[in-house]
């Protein structure tokens, strides 16, 4: 099962929405994953597969919203930091659609993984969460993510990590998810704000984080990836940021799927 997943590595799918360099989304610093960190990650890729193909063996699930956590946000109240569309292929393997930023820039990829891959990072907790969209958005979205037109076609280069949820100025990665949901379930939807009023129709409701005024000025000093100034004023100097937290997510797809079944959660033994 090792051997597989290192084939995963190897033939991790090509970039969707880019005319960057060859690097672009990878981490920036020089440092090669550890044989642990790497070993670490591809086990826990490979507890996700079997899970995932259970869910599929079962319910007849083609895709699902994929969490991870890769960094501490409990100061924030938050447990997972990032999310993309895993869906299974015809081959059999599932593969990872996701946005990710560039070398901590105020850029921005879309990109196509595999599981191995997606979690082959120094993550905080070797921890991944899953949760499928209602069944009537499967196939759509499905068949979305698999165009490599059609699944960039909401996606803004610009990147801010604590983009504003309801602005369009910049895009973080869990709001290119939600909104490329959108894109998938309603065929009217061709710009990011009609995606956005659709999400408010459904109900989704963004994470609400508290960072004050000193923090958010060292952020905006000294990451290119983090900007403040598409948030309106009078909630940004009450210290209240509304983002797309992967949390929010996980929380609002339970309550759009019919039943609301919690948010699966696979765990590598030990981590």
């Not at 921890?127 to 499967?138: S, V």
């Not at 895009?171 to 290119?176: C, L, V």
């Not at 994470?207 to 403040?228: P, Q």
């Amino acid at each position: 099962m090792k051997n597989r997943f290192a084939l995963i590595l190897i033939a991790a799918g090509a970039c969707l929405a880019c005319a960057t360099a060859a690097n672009a989304g990878q981490r920036c610093d020089t440092a090669k994953p550890t044989p642990r960190v790497i070993e670490r990650g591809l086990n826990l890729a490979q507890r996700t597969a079997a899970a995932l193909d259970a869910e599929h063996r079962q319910h007849g699930t083609r895709v699902v919203l994929l969490a991870r956590a890769g960094q501490d946000l409990s100061k924030y109240g938050q447990h997972w930091s990032h999310v993309g569309w895993a869906y299974k292929t015809a081959e059999g393997p599932w593969r990872v659609v996701h946005k990710l930023n560039e070398c901590g820039t105020d850029q921005s990829i879309v990109t196509r993984q595999g599981l191995g891959e997606f979690f082959l990072d120094d993550l905080w907790r070797y921890e991944a969460a899953w949760a499928p969209p209602p069944p009537e958005l499967q196939d759509a979205l499905w068949k979305l993510l698999q165009d490599n037109r059609r699944a960039p076609a909401l996606h803004q280069r610009r990147y801010s990590m604590v983009s504003y949820a309801w602005g369009t100025r910049y895009q973080q990665s869990n709001q290119w998810a939600i909104e490329t949901l959108a894109l998938a379930a309603e065929p009217q939807v061709q710009r990011r704000e009609q995606a956005q009023a659709w999400l408010k129709l459904k109900d989704y409701r963004p994470g609400m984080l508290r960072i004050g005024a000193l923090t958010r000025l060292g952020g905006r000093m000294t990451a290119g990836n983090v900007a403040f100034d598409d948030h309106p004023n009078a909630q940004r100097f009450a210290d209240r940021i509304e983002t797309v937290t992967a949390d929010s997510v996980l929380d609002w797809l339970q309550r759009l799927s019919a039943g609301g079944a919690a948010p699966r959660v696979a765990l590598l033994a030990g981590s």
